[in-house]
């Protein structure tokens, strides 16, 4: 039996928005539990406060700094080998058997559950390099986990420019390297900075990783190689143990809010840079 090319139309328009529609609802679903039972906790004291009493008491700012760190750290290493990757496969190699390699590596190693990158991480940063539980071994291991989102993320933005751009520059007597960094890299910050904006998620929400090689101190690191307790360790912990459920949709509320602050803000900075480069 045949439908009716208009049926069939009809038909497919009320999947793709049904889908759609379910994935804002499950979304909202979400971020509405989260919140209804975590703002209420939510206050100057208990952003600006250490935990006290294994988080019985006080605040999350120990876990806030902590998370920043460890975010950071991963995200400084993995851009600049995903981007560089990403250019390497789009710019300075043709299609061949090293780059399907380099595609099927970065498409398996996307794939490894985390709780696998933790135990590498265990293993080879916090006893083999004697870094020992630190935000360096955690911030090291979630690199390897985001790297292969920015290679991908990246090298869909940069085949995405047009070959023109490449065209006029290379005309105007830009060099190989003047092009990359004058068009096209500019050209592909919108979808660099999605793939970067999607591996922080990754890394503010990582737990079985974190945990392996950051550690689950509560003191305020000091450094780099002090160990830490990330924010989604931290409610885990209060989950798991039964230490504190008030505490616990309190801190999982703050994450909420850390996350959507650094989307909308990387957002708008990527929009006001290619406002003021066009």
Same mark, same amino acid.
């Given at each position: ?10 038909? +497919?328009?009320?999947?793709? %928005? ?25 206050? %100057? ?14 605040? *999350? ?14 995200? +400084? ?28 590596? =970065?498409?398996?190693? =996307? ?21 020992? %539980? ?25 085949? +995405? ?52 090689? +950051? ?12 160990? =830490? ?40 900075? *990527? ?8």
């Amino acid at each position: 039996m045949r439908l009716n090319p208009k049926t069939t139309q009809f038909l +497919a328009k009320g999947v793709i %928005w049904g889908s759609a529609l379910l994935v804002i609802v499950l979304l909202l679903f979400i971020l509405l539990f989260v919140l209804i039972k975590g703002v209420p906790t939510l206050s %100057w004291q208990f952003l600006t406060e250490n935990p006290r009493d294994m988080g019985r008491s006080g605040g *999350i700012f120990s876990t806030i700094v902590s998370t920043i760190l460890v975010t950071l750290v991963s995200v +400084a290493v993995a851009t600049p080998f995903g981007v560089g990757t990403a250019l390497y496969l789009t710019e300075f190699t043709r299609e061949g058997l090293a780059t399907r390699i380099i595609r099927f590596s =970065a498409d398996t190693l =996307a794939a490894i559950p985390s709780i696998v990158y933790g135990l590498f991480g265990f293993i080879f940063f916090v006893i083999n390099l004697n870094m020992g %539980w630190s935000i360096l071994s955690g911030g090291l291991t979630m690199a390897m986990m985001i790297l292969p989102t920015i290679i991908r993320t990246s090298e869909e933005a940069i085949l +995405a420019i047009h070959p023109l751009y490449r065209e006029v520059s290379f005309s105007l007597g830009g060099t190989k390297m003047q092009t990359i960094l004058g068009a096209v890299l500019p050209s592909a910050l919108r979808g660099i900075m999605t793939g970067v904006i999607l591996s922080i998620g990754r890394c503010v929400a990582e737990t079985a990783a974190v945990i392996l090689t +950051a550690g689950s101190s509560l003191r305020l690191p000091e450094s780099v190689f002090s160990p =830490a307790r990330t924010m989604a360790v931290h409610f885990y912990i209060l989950v798991r143990e039964g230490i504190s459920m008030e505490r616990a949709y309190g801190t999982a509320a703050a994450l909420i809010l850390l996350i959507l602050i650094i989307n909308f803000g990387a957002n708008m900075l *990527i929009n006001r840079f290619v406002a003021k480069n066009h």
